[in-house]
């Protein structure tokens, strides 16, 4: 598998967020993403680059676009906040710490292929969401 | 780089230029005993590509030393993806594409083992940088041919998932989309955005989708329908469900599946019926049939 | 700061989402109506989001919530013009705004609020899905 390009995008006020689904709708139509799959895709970005900023206090995306066996594109969200305890529950539809922001990432993981989380409490949390063409 | 590796490079380098035309000769020899598949291509263009393999290989061999993947081997590259497009639309199997580059082996072992005869080390060394050389390069065909048959794949699914969901218009209004078939996800995702897509163009209030031609509706297929006519109804559209057959009724009530929400009915007519309703529009016998009819 | 305009037609509000709209503009817009239907008496509001090229929780929440406000304050919210693969995405996230009424555009969207103001059944969205 190669990667055909990437970049690091700060995920750290509002603003940011808006980028982050213009920068991920740019890449997602480069590799020839269906119109679905794009908004899918975008979508997943903006829920996540919205945790990252509210529950991990900010961090950053990395974006990268993937070539082999299937075009692809990969994101990559870090952040150092305070980690989910409970993964488990955190991928429950419907869950949501305190202010009722956020479905929870169950929602987001059915709009890509791919779904990897690592989390450490008070270390922060890393999600890597991954759409084939 | 290493004196050794020169040195090896030179040996191989040496062999495929002096040896060129017996190589070949053997190579083709070979290729007719295992691989050579007369059905399939003809001994003229098997030849030329052999020819034009080995000018290659020593080509990058020269110059670029045993890494497949660097520019000085573009050529080759080039060359054995074309070569395993070709077998792949030919059909050859995997086995005889990559064959026809480890089917080299033979002959250039037999070239460097008369060369290193009374070098014991160098022999080995050489043998080896060699397998593994033709080794990366046959793998490379075998990808090449994978990635051909693939798109040849993934091209017919989208063209039969194309065909198989026909939109159509019943009224000013009102769609259909009878479904025939069984339903699995992909099929799915292509019926939902022609349906939706076909809203918008049509401006349609109402959707029947008519599932009379489809075998079985199992969770994952009413998960689906369900999908379609929760989207349809953020649009601004009614959907319909038509032509649930009793033994599907059945199977959606055992399976615990909650179809509540959703409008069914058991014929298309019964569907269209209701569509025209929910667009404000009734049917009725004109009485001017009847007075032609006795006219 | 940048606000997304409300116009006013006749008993009607009409708001046309044109931008990427950022988490605070949102909140603005869901003030700025709550404000401006009580201001009005206005009985319904249409959002048109035929613009939007993706609706996230957080917009679909925004969407509900306004629905419910303004229903509060005796105004029908109807949304319309969502795409075709903003709601497939949307179903997916597992959002369906129950509660929020939908129509395929602002023409048939005016003519549901007006059927529904007329105390006549107009097709039923909403709730009952």
Redesign the interface.
Known sequence: MAVISSETIPVTS??D??FV??RV?ETAAQIGLS??D???V??AA??LA?NTLIYGGGGAMQLESLNG??LGVRLTFSDNGPGIPDIQLALR??FTTGS????GL???K??VNEFAIESKVGQGTKIIITRWK | MDKGLQNRQAGLSEILTKDESSLLADWLKEMSGSVRRSDLIKESELRSESALFLKLLRQGVDSGGYDIDGAAWQPMRELLAEISRSRAQQGFTPTETATFVLSFKKPLFKAIRTRFEKDADALATELWSATALLDSLGLYTIETYIKTRDAVIRRQQEEMLELSTPVVKLWDGILALPIIGTLDSARTQVVMETLLESIVKTNSKVAIIDITGVPTVDTVVAQHLLKTVTAARLMGADCIISGVRPQIAQTIVHLGINLLDVTTKATLSDAFRLALQRTGLSLGRTSNHTAQKTA | MEKIPILRMGDFLLVTIQVDMHDRLAMALQDDLTQKISETSARGVLIDISSLEIVDSFIGRMLGNIAAMSRVLDAQTVVVGMRPAVAITLVELGMSLPGVRTALNVDAGMELLRESLNGHEGIRHGSNF
């Open positions: 509002e603003p967020i808006v689904r213009r709708r119109l679905v794009q908004t899918k975008v979508t903006s829920e919205r066996p299937r539809d419907g009722g922001l956020g479905l169950g929602g987001t059915r709009l």
